[in-house]
């Protein structure tokens, strides 16, 4: 069965900082395209960064841009978010995804299609 598996997910002060880890289970990802997700109570679930396959173009949201970096460790076959300066609307379950085929672009549009994880919470508080 192939799962994607969230990690890092805790309580964290605004202004701190948490590294977020996705690892795959029950196949290799290294060719698909990744990302990162997240839902806040009340909300869609949004866009926050995406990596292609060989991690060498990356994408970020605006409202994370410049404090979040997305990376991936293909012989680990996991996905990694990096994420500093923290804000208090930072706070949401955090999704990991992959893309439903090899050597496709992640749409920035959360797709039921795609490979999913169940969530990680990262609570920042003021």
């Known amino acids: 069965q192939v799962q994607l598996v969230e990690s890092g997910g805790t309580l964290v002060q605004a202004g701190g900082s948490l590294r977020l880890s996705c690892a795959a289970h029950g196949r290799t990802f290294y060719n698909y395209a990744m990302g990162w997700f997240r839902q806040a109570p009340g909300n869609e679930r949004e866009f926050v960064a995406r990596?292609?396959?060989?991690?060498?173009?990356?994408r970020y949201a605006d409202s994370v841009k410049g404090r979040f970096t997305i990376s991936r460790d293909n012989t680990k076959d996991t996905v990694y978010l990096q994420m500093n300066s923290l804000k208090p609307e930072d706070t949401a379950v955090y999704y990991c995804?992959?893309?439903?085929?090899?050597?496709?672009?992640?749409?920035?549009?959360?797709?039921?299609?795609?490979?999913w994880g169940q969530g990680t919470q990262v609570t920042v508080s003021s």
């Open positions: 995804a992959a893309a439903q085929s090899p050597y496709t672009i992640l749409s920035v549009t959360p797709t039921p299609s795609n490979y």
């Open positions: 990596i292609n396959w060989s991690g060498t173009s990356t």
